[in-house]
């Protein structure tokens, strides 16, 4: 079974700074894809970025960045220039290609030190 | 574009009572619709998905039902609540839409309290 791993449960970083939280999942799968999520205070999960594992490229959407390390089994999100409204807690998830269920992690909570 | 709605916001009822919330989609059609939990500081657990109007998968063994009568639209239901279905329920959504069929797109939330 594909099991996510996020092994920081917090994490804090200063306001304009980059942080980077880490991802591990296990699958036997080639075809899958992954994605981070974002829940903030709301509630609301919010899809920060998303990442098909036959790509090599890594995904970037403005502050945020993957590293994708297909081999490794790694998945993690940088941020950069971290600003106030990136805190939440962020939550990596996997989603296998034969199927639409997604798996995932336990989240971690980013804080932004001013 | 797509939107997804979650009926009520925020819910306080007592152990026993029936439940129903509502998850409505629009701007698609046809999307897979999927009804999670999740407890106070944990992860999300799927509940139910469903791939179209009657079609009902459970994932977990509870006394939480969840029906699908028109194909925009999921709702969640309960007989007897329990103090352990306490937590917060979203609602979400995938398929023809701003990414790609493979990636879901979450409502509000329901946030709800069991006495």
């Known amino acids: 079974a594909q099991t996510v791993t996020q092994s920081q449960p917090e994490m804090s970083v200063q306001e304009a700074e980059t942080v980077t939280l880490s991802c591990t999942y296990d699958?036997?799968?080639?075809?899958?894809?992954l994605f981070w999520y974002k829940q903030p205070p709301s509630r609301q999960m919010i899809l920060v970025i998303r990442?098909?594992?036959?790509?090599?490229q890594n995904a970037t959407e403005n502050r945020f960045s993957v590293n994708f390390q297909k081999a490794a089994k790694s998945f993690s999100l940088k941020i950069s220039d971290s600003q106030l409204g990136d805190a939440a807690m962020y939550f990596c998830?996997?989603?296998?290609?034969?199927?639409?269920?997604?798996?995932f992690g336990k989240g971690t909570r980013l804080h932004i030190l001013p | 574009s797509q939107t997804i709605h979650q009926w009520p916001a925020t819910l306080v009822q007592p152990v026993g009572s029936p439940l129903s919330l509502e998850c409505t989609v629009e701007?698609?059609?046809?999307?897979?619709l999927y009804w999670y939990r999740q407890a106070a500081g944990r992860g999300l657990q799927l509940l139910f998905y469903?791939?179209?109007?009657?079609?009902i998968s459970s994932e977990v063994p509870q006394n939480l039902s969840a029906s699908r009568p028109q194909d925009r639209q999921f709702i969640l239901s309960s007989k007897k609540l329990l103090l352990s279905d306490s937590g917060f329920y979203l609602c979400?959504?995938?398929?023809?839409?701003?990414?790609?069929?493979?990636?879901?797109?979450f409502g509000p939330g329901t946030r709800l309290t069991v006495l």
């Open positions: 990442q098909e594992a036959y790509k090599q």
């Open positions: 699958t036997s799968e080639s075809d899958y894809y």
């Open positions: 979400a959504w995938s398929g023809l839409g701003r990414l790609a069929a493979d990636t879901q797109y």
């Open positions: 469903s791939v179209g109007i009657g079609q």
């Open positions: 998830a996997y989603r296998s290609g034969r199927d639409d269920k997604i798996i």
């Open positions: 701007g698609t059609s046809n999307p897979n």
